[in-house]
């Protein structure tokens, strides 16, 4: 069993910051992936910032310039910075691990961001 718990979201107001956490326990043979997902009401889940498996990032465009991912040395935790947030960066977000040999995805539970204007 894996265990992804997230911390650090709350609300803000625009132009604020905040900074994610996510920490991952449990039976992880070898990641592949880490990283941050966000989905906004009525909106599908989309991609914020993830550690790739040759141990690049990558960011969506609407990131990129304002949310830093990073992690951990344990390659555990990853942590997301998010910086100059606007009221569109209002979600929840997901932390979301995706392990080897066969891949396995697993998701955390989730913590609602909301950046008032």
């Known amino acids: 069993q894996v265990s992804l718990v997230e911390s650090g979201g709350g609300s803000v107001q625009a132009g604020g910051s905040m900074r994610l956490s996510c920490t991952a326990s449990?039976?992880?043979?070898?990641?592949?992936?880490m990283g941050w997902y966000r989905q906004a009401p009525g909106q599908s889940r989309e991609l914020v910032a993830t550690?790739?498996?040759?141990?690049?990032?990558d960011y969506a465009d609407f990131a990129k310039g304002r949310f830093t991912i990073s992690r951990d040395n344990a390659k555990t935790s990853v942590f997301l910075q998010m910086n100059d947030l606007e009221p569109e960066d209002t979600a929840i977000y997901f932390c979301?691990?995706?392990?080897?040999?066969?891949?396995?995805?697993?998701w955390g539970l989730g913590t609602q961001v909301t950046v008032s204007s």
């Open positions: 979301n691990l995706k392990t080897m040999p066969i891949i396995n995805e697993y």
């Open positions: 449990g039976s992880i043979d070898l990641i592949y992936a």
């Open positions: 550690f790739t498996r040759g141990g690049g990032t």
